[in-house]
């Protein structure tokens, strides 16, 4: 089975600390997507990654920035954390040229 | 891409069909339709696709209407386990390089 983890389930962090939320996937898959989620809003994509070192923006790219050094690490920065991205986050891959995504658990991050 | 509307929530009985629809009368000739769950406090899982014919897998069948306007996702025996969250989304395929947009979903709670 495809698996995809999140370093956290739960983070609190301040107000102007940076974040960063990690995601590994251990499919050899290509593609590599963020996104947060909020009550009322569903899923919004942040950004997205087609391979190493390429990332796209998403919908909702403001306040953060990803990186993607190695295949199978997909990492979200938020560079000064407000309380406004108190969220749950969700990492998902996908093998080229399928279109299933697989999601991992997600990280309920608070900023206070 | 097109806009999908779902209703909000819906009840099944335990051992009955699951129907649950999807109006997309926008869709174009080239976009796909996804259904997606999310049981609570996981991360989306993907259920099936089609783009116009009828589909169906181990988990659910994917009905079509003709004109491609609406589509039905059925759980055939539905169990408790299968309550949860169903988004149905509808997205050109990129050859995997899809973007999903996930709206709010149907709330389906499985009635003992």
């Known amino acids: 089975d495809v698996k995809v983890t999140q370093s956290s389930r739960y983070l609190v962090k301040r107000t102007g600390e940076k974040v960063f939320l990690e995601c590994v996937q251990d499919?050899?898959?290509?593609?590599m997507f963020w996104y947060r989620q909020d009550p009322g809003l569903g899923l919004r994509l942040i950004y997205f990654?087609?391979?190493?070192?390429?990332?796209e923006k998403g919908d909702i790219p403001e306040g953060y920035s990803v990186s993607r050094e190695k295949k199978e690490r997909f990492s979200l920065i938020l560079e000064s954390a407000s309380t406004n991205q108190t969220s749950m986050y969700l990492c998902?891959?996908?093998?080229?040229?399928?279109?299933?995504?697989?999601f991992g658990p997600g990280t309920r991050l608070t900023v206070l | 891409d097109a806009k999908t509307t779902q209703p909000p929530s819906m009840d099944c009985a335990e051992g009955r069909a699951a129907n649950l629809p999807c109006n997309h009368s926008?869709?174009?000739?080239?976009?796909?339709v996804y259904w997606y769950r999310q049981i609570h406090s996981q991360g989306p899982q993907y259920i099936i696709h089609?783009?116009?014919n009828n589909e169906t897998n181990e988990m659910a069948s994917l009905i079509i209407t003709e004109d491609r306007k609406s589509s039905t996702l059925i759980l055939p025996h539905a169990t408790l386990r299968d309550t949860a969250v169903y988004y149905c989304?509808?997205?050109?395929?990129?050859?995997?390089?899809?973007?999903?947009?996930f709206g709010t979903g149907t709330r389906l709670t499985i009635i003992p």
């Open positions: 998902a891959s996908s093998l080229w040229p399928y279109n299933e995504q697989f």
């Open positions: 499919m050899d898959h290509e593609n």
């Open positions: 990654s087609y391979d190493v070192k390429m990332k």
């Open positions: 926008t869709i174009s000739g080239n976009e796909y």
């Open positions: 089609g783009l116009k």
């Open positions: 989304i509808v997205t050109v395929s990129n050859f995997g390089n899809e973007k999903l947009t």
